[in-house]
């Protein structure tokens, strides 16, 4: 099982990435993803949620508006659309998959999710 994040870069304040996590060995759409980054000396932090369907999302207060969770469960992809880049959005993000099949909503704890991508790193300058 492998999970590929990707789409990290240098970007300036108010710029946009799209991130995106492809997964391997697994079906996807049997899994809700969360996406977590990890600032340097900070803790890993959820961001944004999707559940197994798509039909849920969730993300923190200092995302919504400008970040955006997607999947296409046909390309085993789940998306993050981040937009209106803020310096305090520099991190390594993180793309996880959770296996368990009877939460309401996506979870935001790093310990719900089984199988992690390994990270792609996000730097926005002002």
């Known amino acids: 099982v492998q999970l590929q994040a990707s789409g990290g870069g240098l970007v300036q304040v108010g710029g946009s990435l799209r991130l995106s996590c492809a997964a391997s060995?697994?079906?996807?759409?049997?899994?809700?993803v969360g996406w977590f980054r990890q600032a340097p000396g900070q803790e890993r932090e959820p961001v944004a949620a999707i559940s197994i369907s798509g039909g849920t999302t969730d993300a923190v207060d200092s995302v919504k508006g400008r970040f955006t969770i997607s999947r296409d469960n046909a390309e085993n992809t789940v998306y993050l659309q981040m937009n209106n880049l803020k310096p305090e959005d520099t991190a390594v993000y993180y793309c996880?998959?959770?296996?368990?099949?009877?939460?309401?909503?996506?979870?935001?704890?790093?310990?719900?999710?089984?199988?992690w991508g390994q990270g792609t790193k996000v730097t926005v300058s002002s």
């Open positions: 060995g697994l079906t996807f759409n049997h899994y809700a």
């Open positions: 996880a998959a959770d296996l368990s099949t009877y939460r309401l909503l996506p979870s935001r704890m790093p310990y719900d999710y089984d199988y």
